[in-house]
């Protein structure tokens, strides 16, 4: 069994979001996304593998496919395979979001 700690992967770029690999295996993919000010990643899509993403802290706004919303920490959604996703920080404090994929992307 392989653990890591989250809070390990939790850092901030002033130039840009920050992404690091939680896990990754061949049915699964997981990431630590970092955003602070207004950062923001995406669009990014992938044909084959569904999404869960996971606040853990801020507030994010998040676009899945034509659906948008602002997600508070602890709020998931839902990520159907071949729509967009794109998230950018919503407050005036730093969020962080877990990504997790499955299948891993292509």
Not at 47 to 73: D, P
Request: with cysteine; glycine share 6%.
């Amino acid at each position: 069994m392989k653990t890591r700690n989250v809070t390990d992967l939790i850092y901030f770029d002033e130039e840009a979001a920050r992404t690091e690999v939680l896990h990754e295996t061949e049915q699964l993919f997981s990431q630590v996304i970092c955003l602070q000010e207004s950062q923001g990643i995406g669009p990014m899509q992938d044909a084959t593998s569904e999404g869960l993403v996971v606040v853990l802290s801020g507030e994010v706004a998040a676009q899945i496919g034509r659906n948008r919303a602002r997600m508070k920490q602890w709020a998931s959604a839902t990520v159907p395979a071949g729509d967009e996703l794109t998230l950018r920080n919503a407050s005036a404090e730093p969020s962080v979001v877990l990504l997790v994929l499955a299948p891993p992307p292509g």
